[in-house]
T-cell receptor, first 114, second 114 residues
Framework: GDSVTQMEGPVTLSEEAFLTINCTYT??????LFWYVQYPGEGLQLLLKATKADDKGSNKGFEATYRKETTSFHLEKGSVQVSDSAVYFCALSEPEGSARQLTFGSGTQLTVLP | NAGVTQTPKFQVLKTGQSMTLQCAQDMNHEYMSWYRQDPGMGLRLIHYSVGAGITDQGEVPNGYNVSRSTTEDFPLRLLSAAPSQTSVYFC?????????????FGDGTRLSIL
């Protein structure tokens, strides 16, 4: 079945450092890919998405490019802030009608120190 | 703009007790889902609904029931609580089953079973 493998955490960075969180996937067909962010005590929020190969999703300084040849969707940010501390989930959409709907990675905890 | 609202935010139960987790959305979304979040396992789908009167099982449905009498509400019932059901529960919705559409999540219910 479809699966998402995410970089193991936790990740600790200093403010203004460069961030990469790796995400690779296996899927049948042509899934859409998503990054969600979960701040402490809150639900998941959509951070960005890409719906086809070579699409780049971007939001709040974060970027990720849908790479079909390497089945990857790595999350990057050039300069992280303390407020970016959260758990980040990579996810892919299952085919319509599938019970799973979304397959999530296990999440990566990011802590940014001042 | 309320989005997806879950109640209660926290709950402690004793083994064998029953309870209902409430979920309501005000976006007129067709699709609603319940997930559980456990450490290191991402989110797993419990039950989902594609519209009022229609529900189906997800990956981990045992021990849970759902109903969908209106478009807005999608309650999750624990019939006889077990310690293995200690988790954080998230309700989510999206407009249609299209693969490119992201889910909107509530803030979660943190449930402990003693």
């Amino acid at each position: 079945g479809d699966s998402v493998t995410q970089m193991e955490g936790p990740v600790t960075l200093s403010e203004e450092a460069f961030l990469t969180i790796n995400c690779t996937y296996t899927a049948t067909g042509y899934p859409s890919l998503f990054w969600y962010v979960q701040y402490p005590g809150e639900g998941l929020q959509l951070l960005l998405k890409a719906t086809k190969a070579d699409d780049k999703g971007s939001n709040k300084g974060f970027e990720a490019t849908y790479r079909k040849e390497t089945t990857s969707f790595h999350l990057e940010k050039g300069s992280v802030q303390v407020s970016d501390s959260a758990v980040y989930f990579c996810a892919l959409s299952e085919p319509e009608g599938s019970a799973r709907q979304l397959t999530f990675g296990s999440g990566t905890q990011l802590t940014v120190l001042p | 703009n309320a989005g997806v609202t879950q109640t209660p935010k926290f709950q402690v139960l004793k083994t064998g007790q029953s309870m209902t987790l409430q979920c309501a959305q005000d976006m007129n979304h067709e699709y609603m889902s319940w997930y559980r979040q456990d450490p290191g396992m991402g989110l797993r789908l419990i039950h989902y609904s594609v519209g009022a009167g229609i529900t189906d099982q997800g990956e981990v449905p045992n021990g849970y029931n759902v109903s969908r009498s209106t478009t807005e509400d999608f309650p999750l019932r624990l019939l006889s609580a077990a310690p293995s059901q200690t988790s954080v529960y998230f309700c989510a919705s999206r407009p249609t089953p299209k693969r490119y559409q992201p889910q909107h999540f509530g803030d979660g219910t943190r449930l402990s079973i003693l």
